[in-house]
Each structure stands twice: as structure tokens, then as C-alpha cells.
């Protein structure tokens, strides 16, 4: 039997997938994960613009005031915040804590419930902690077609 860890990452790569090429991007994607990049969202518009992410699924999360409130693995938030030539982002996907709403099917519709939400944590303080890092990401910050050409706005002068 597949482990729900890795039915969480599969659903999450759908859900990016599924905005990336619907907001008419590409995505190119690493032949492995050595350097904590799960992928490369690129834009040909205006020229090849590229802006790397990590995605992260989870079920443990604090919704407080306008943002989410994650807590990662300090190596994975270490290698966000190192400053770089090109954008890097971390892809938060929520899902529901009951595994059996993680995908809703029927004959007219396939649902990936709940939603993803992105964050540049780039210029950020390195951090010491042992474990893990609370980092905040806005909820304003879809994962959608609208937020991915607002985060390329955002990242790509």
C-alpha cells in the first residue's frame, strides 16, 4: 500500500501542475531533488523568465489572520532564503485533515480539495534552530492562474 506522505506529495504535484500549464507556463523539472528544488515554473513571455519551487503538502497548518503559519524543515527553509540568481519559492498545499476529501471523483468532475498558497522567503535570515522554522505565507498568495502571473510580476523585474 502507498503511504498517505506520498499520496499528499503526488496530489500536490496534480494540483501545481494543473495551474502551471493551465496559466499557459511550463515547468521543467529536475531529474532529482539534490538541492530541495521540486521544480522550475517558466514563463516565455517577454523572454524565458524561470522562478524555482519547493512544494510542501500538509494537513498541519495555523490559519491566523491573513496568513498560514507552516512550520519547515530548517534545511528546506535554509536553502529558500539563500539569495540567488534566480526566484525560488516555497508552494504550500493545504489539504484537509480527513484523508478520504484529499480527491473528490465523479463521472463529471475531478476535485483536489483544498488549495495552495506560495511565499519568496529569499533575503531571509539563515536560521539555527534544530528542527523546523515557522514561516507565515499570505493567503493572498494563491496558488492559481491569477497568483502565478502575480508572483512573476512580483519576482521578475
Given at each position: 500500500?502507498?503511504?498517505?506522505?506520498?499520496?499528499?506529495?503526488?496530489?500536490?504535484?496534480s494540483?501545481?501542475?494543473?495551474?502551471?500549464?493551465?496559466?499557459?507556463?511550463?515547468?521543467?523539472?529536475?531529474?532529482?531533488?539534490?538541492?530541495?528544488?521540486d521544480?522550475?515554473?517558466v514563463?516565455?513571455?517577454?523572454?524565458?523568465?524561470?522562478?524555482?519551487?519547493?512544494?510542501?503538502?500538509?494537513?498541519?497548518?495555523?490559519?491566523?489572520?491573513?496568513?498560514?503559519?507552516?512550520?519547515?524543515?530548517?534545511?528546506?527553509?535554509?536553502?529558500?532564503?539563500?539569495?540567488?540568481?534566480?526566484?525560488?519559492?516555497?508552494?504550500?498545499?493545504?489539504m484537509?485533515?480527513d484523508?478520504?476529501?484529499?480527491?473528490?471523483?465523479?463521472?463529471?468532475?475531478?476535485?483536489?480539495?483544498?488549495?495552495?498558497?506560495?511565499?519568496?522567503?529569499?533575503?531571509?535570515?539563515?536560521?539555527?534552530?534544530?528542527?523546523?522554522?515557522?514561516?507565515?505565507?499570505?493567503?493572498?498568495n494563491?496558488?492559481?492562474?491569477?497568483?502565478?502571473?502575480?508572483?512573476?510580476?512580483?519576482?521578475?523585474?
Amino acid at each position: 500500500m502507498v503511504s498517505d506522505n506520498i499520496i499528499q506529495e503526488e496530489l500536490s504535484n496534480s494540483y501545481v501542475r494543473a495551474v502551471i500549464f493551465d496559466a499557459a507556463f511550463n515547468l521543467a523539472l529536475p531529474v532529482k531533488d539534490v538541492f530541495g528544488i521540486d521544480g522550475t515554473i517558466v514563463s516565455m513571455t517577454g523572454g524565458i523568465n524561470r522562478v524555482d519551487y519547493q512544494l510542501k503538502a500538509t494537513t498541519r497548518y495555523d490559519l491566523s489572520g491573513n496568513e498560514i503559519r507552516y512550520d519547515l524543515r530548517v534545511e528546506d527553509y535554509n536553502r529558500l532564503v539563500r539569495e540567488d540568481d534566480l526566484p525560488r519559492v516555497l508552494i504550500l498545499y493545504l489539504m484537509p485533515s480527513d484523508r478520504s476529501q484529499w480527491l473528490i471523483q465523479s463521472q463529471s468532475e475531478l476535485c483536489l480539495m483544498e488549495c495552495a498558497y506560495w511565499v519568496s522567503l529569499m533575503g531571509g535570515a539563515p536560521s539555527h534552530n534544530d528542527s523546523t522554522v515557522r514561516v507565515s505565507v499570505p493567503i493572498a498568495n494563491v496558488f492559481d492562474r491569477n497568483g502565478l502571473h502575480n508572483m512573476f510580476r512580483q519576482l521578475i523585474p
